[in-house]
């Protein structure tokens, strides 16, 4: 079979070589950066390589692709959240109890990985759809089944509301939740437990005073 690549065009997985930790975690964390900004689809490896202040071809050199990027960007954000809630299921906690320390997971998650988080909040549903992808997926329907399960289990023991809808109270927290990511950044006023205690002060008790 003729070989149709022309001579002058590098291969990028012969000259790919290793970065060091520290150095794949910086350039990994640009990239988080320009595709939480711009979109996937619009970032080109061209973007990512200005951003972080070296020529496309060097990228290369530590990435295949930006798909290769963006995978790692998000597998590691997930791997890390997934440690923190699977402790927290673990942990035989109550059912209010459960959910205070899976939105407290939830905000340190945003403060390690604000742009990952961003990236996944956008993006998610349609890569999802590419075998690469596949376990975005995989995570939500675990993640709903851990958050319903736990507001279930709430309202039988009478911690919660009976007449709640579980799956819009559900939708209301995941996405009060995670909505952070488009405000929140590092280094605040207040530190991401912080945040989730005021949070949780609203949402489960209430703004109002009670009278």
Sequence with gaps: MPNNVPDNV??????QVTASPERRRELLGTAAEVFAAQGYNATTVRKIAD????LAGSLYYHFDS?????DEILSTFLDELWQGYD???AAGLGPRETIEALVTESFREIDRHRAAVAIYQK???HLSAQPRFRYLADSQQKFEKAWLGTLERGVEARVF???LDI?????FVRDTVWVA???YRPGGLHSPDEIARQYLSMVLDGIALRT
């Design 66 to 70: 930006k798909e290769s990027m963006l």
């Design 10 to 15: 590098p291969d990028k997985k012969k000259n």
């Design 167 to 171: 799956r819009l109270t559900y939708r």
């Design 123 to 125: 993006e998610s549903r």
């Design 181 to 183: 990511a488009s405000w």
């Design 161 to 163: 509301r009976a007449d």
């Design 87 to 89: 402790a927290v299921l």
């Design 51 to 54: 951003a972080a202040g070296m």
